[in-house]
């Protein structure tokens, strides 16, 4: 079962920051936190992920909160191509059978003009 | 194109047909997997092979079987499927299944989309 909680769906107007929330209070010590999207009907892409530090690439930030318990994923100026399922995921990263990639329902994020 | 390519993109097939899914990932990775994402449904995984050899068989029924014949390739061979099989298969690989690297993770191919009449 998926260790994470999202909400079903958001909308964000284009250009604005879209913030996506993720509650994963049963987290543990090695486990990362994963983001992926989905775009309808292509396979899931990478967007970012962390242990315990916020983390920022070309797409994305992930703010992880001190406990650990939750997360959020920032988009900073949303676009219609950024309309997508956004996927919270939490993932062992130290042994070899402990590390696969287990989806849940995600967030429907939809962008409006 | 992410480096995992996926053949055919749509599929459609009789109950009594044999067909088979095709996956190569141009990527070096040691790992691959095939999910399954029916409508409406969040992604399942179904198997994980790693360096050849299957890890991972998540409860699938036998109709589907998997083949891993090297590390760049990946099949899924299918036989007297049920509508209810119907779904978009996804192919997946990475650089091995515990890792972690800033090295992007999973990279997905584009699926194929299969129908079951």
């Known amino acids: 079962d998926a260790k994470t909680t999202q909400p079903p769906s958001m909308d964000c107007a284009e250009g604005r920051a879209a913030n996506l929330p993720c509650n994963h209070s049963?987290?543990?010590?090695?486990?990362?936190v994963y983001w992926y999207r989905q775009i309808h009907s292509q396979g899931p892409q990478y967007i970012i992920h962390g242990l315990k530090n916020n983390e920022t690439n070309e797409m994305a930030s992930l703010i992880i909160t001190e406990d650990r318990k939750s997360s959020t994923l920032i988009l900073p100026h949303a676009t219609l191509r950024d309309t997508a399922v956004y996927y919270c995921?939490?993932?062992?990263?130290?042994?070899?059978?402990?590390?696969?990639?287990?989806f849940g329902q995600g967030t429907e994020l939809s962008v409006k003009p | 194109e992410t480096g995992v390519t996926q053949t055919p993109r749509h599929l459609v097939m009789g109950m009594t047909n044999k067909k088979s899914l095709k996956c190569e990932q141009h990527?070096?990775?040691?790992?691959m997997y095939w999910y399954k994402q029916s409508a409406k449904k969040p992604l399942e995984l179904m198997f994980v092979y790693s360096l050849e050899e299957r890890v991972e068989n998540n409860s699938v029924p036998s109709r589907f079987s998997p083949e891993c014949p090297n590390s760049s390739h990946l099949f899924l061979h299918l036989h007297t499927l049920q509508p209810e099989d119907s779904a978009l298969y996804l192919c997946?690989?990475?650089?091995?299944?515990?890792?972690?690297?800033?090295?992007?993770?999973?990279?997905f191919g584009s699926g194929t989309r299969l129908t079951v009449v």
């Open positions: 049963t987290i543990s010590g090695n486990e990362y």
């Open positions: 990527l070096g990775h040691n790992a």
């Open positions: 995921i939490v993932r062992e990263g130290s042994s070899n059978q402990g590390g696969k990639l287990i």
């Open positions: 997946a690989s990475s650089r091995g299944v515990g890792w972690t690297g800033r090295i992007y993770g999973y990279t």
